[in-house]
């Protein structure tokens, strides 16, 4: 069975864009959630996609977004990226609600 | 916000010593998950305990949980060079969340194991 699939690995964005990460769970998996990690603030929660609604949110602003698609896909969206948006950003599925999460690799994104 | 603390931050010990961390939390929990992360790159999920288990096994590891103290441990038994990365503890508060699946992870401890 695959994996969670992350892509890209790794990006490099200037100040003002926007970029989009996209994560495809597991087969048969319905629930993905999207976490930032960072040096000083750790894994920090972003939000959770249950068959295609957003269930829970993490304390982000706005600029920070995702969907999810029929297929269980989600991608997660940040608009006018700041340097301290530089992170690993990591996607997590789990086949239902209080079960184990599979992590994907991580996207790697740096904002110069 | 990070549920809790890991303790201790690093811990370097010799191949075929036992690994003991230690994880404490804030707030009522369904369950607490163990993770381990290699280099920055993606969590591998370790292992389960539910908020009414005590003891939890798989392979080397030996996971614990008390309720009363918002607190865990892993065990990691004859520790091997391939262990060392850092390790976390999620938990997961399902009924305080209202509904979904929302980790709170802690700080992390980061093992090395010594040939």
């Known amino acids: 069975k695959a994996g969670v699939t992350q892509t890209p690995r790794y990006l490099i964005k200037t100040r003002g864009q926007q970029v989009t990460l996209s994560c495809s769970p597991i087969s048969g998996h319905r629930s993905v959630s999207w976490y930032q990690q960072t040096p000083g603030q750790g894994l920090q929660f972003l939000f959770e996609y249950f068959s295609e609604t957003q269930r829970n949110k993490g304390n982000f602003p706005g600029r920070f977004s995702g969907r999810q698609f029929s297929n269980s896909r989600s991608e997660m969206n940040v608009s006018t990226l700041e340097l301290g948006d530089s992170a690993l950003y990591l996607c997590a599925s789990s086949l239902g609600t209080i079960t184990e999460a599979f992590f994907g690799q991580g996207t790697r994104l740096t904002v110069v | 916000s990070q549920q809790g603390e890991e303790d201790p931050q690093a811990l370097s010990i010799q191949e075929g010593e036992n690994a003991t961390m230690n994880c404490s939390y804030k707030t009522s929990i369904n369950n607490l998950q163990w993770y381990r992360q290699n280099s920055g790159r993606g969590l591998v999920h370790l292992i389960l305990i539910r908020s009414n288990e005590r003891e939890k096994h798989s392979g080397r590891l030996r996971v614990t949980l008390d309720t009363s103290k918002k607190s865990s441990s892993l065990l990691i038994t004859a520790s091997r060079a391939a262990d060392t990365a850092s390790y976390f503890c999620?938990?997961?508060?399902?009924?305080?969340?209202?509904?979904?699946?929302?980790?709170?992870f802690g700080t992390g401890t980061q093992l090395k194991v010594e040939l």
């Open positions: 999620a938990t997961d508060s399902y009924i305080l969340t209202g509904g979904g699946n929302k980790l709170t």
